[in-house]
Nanobody, 126 residues
Framework: QVQLVESGGGLVQAGGSLRVSCAAS????????MGWFRQAPGKAREFVAS????????AYSDAVKGRFTISRDNAKNTLYLQMNSLKPEDTSVYYC???????????????????WGQGTQVTVSS
């Protein structure tokens, strides 16, 4: 079955960097658009970034644009999120998500994604 497993979360000081990864199995990774979402305690899950199945198209939320970079390695079936200039408000559980895609687009809404990982905690201290 499809499995998405996030890793790389942890505790980092404000201004620092962290890279989280999402290892995919049970699917043909290169056929799926991928996304990162996050959810803080007491808040709704929010979109962070998305990437097309080839990696040629990306999108970011305004909150992370210019600080975070989404990328993928289709040969390794792995999705990445490089997070720089981290702020305390970036503290959340980060989830990766996958959705079958027939074209060069990506998805921005959580309900558009069929498969989800279990999440990895990122905590940014001030």
């Amino acid at each position: 079955q499809v499995q998405l497993v996030e890793s790389g979360g942890g505790l980092v000081q404000a201004g620092g960097s962290l890279r989280v990864s999402c290892a995919a199995s049970g699917l043909t990774f290169s056929r799926y658009a991928m996304g990162w979402f996050r959810q803080a305690p007491g808040k709704a899950r929010e979109f962070v970034a998305s990437i097309s199945r080839s990696g040629g198209s990306t999108a970011y939320s305004d909150a992370v644009k210019g600080r975070f970079t989404i990328s993928r390695d289709n040969a390794k079936n792995t999705l990445y999120l490089q997070m720089n200039s981290l702020k305390p408000e970036d503290t959340s559980v980060y989830y990766c998500a996958a959705e079958l895609s027939s074209g060069s687009g990506y998805y921005l809404k959580s309900y558009e994604y069929h498969y989800w990982g279990q999440g990895t905690q990122v905590t940014v201290s001030s």
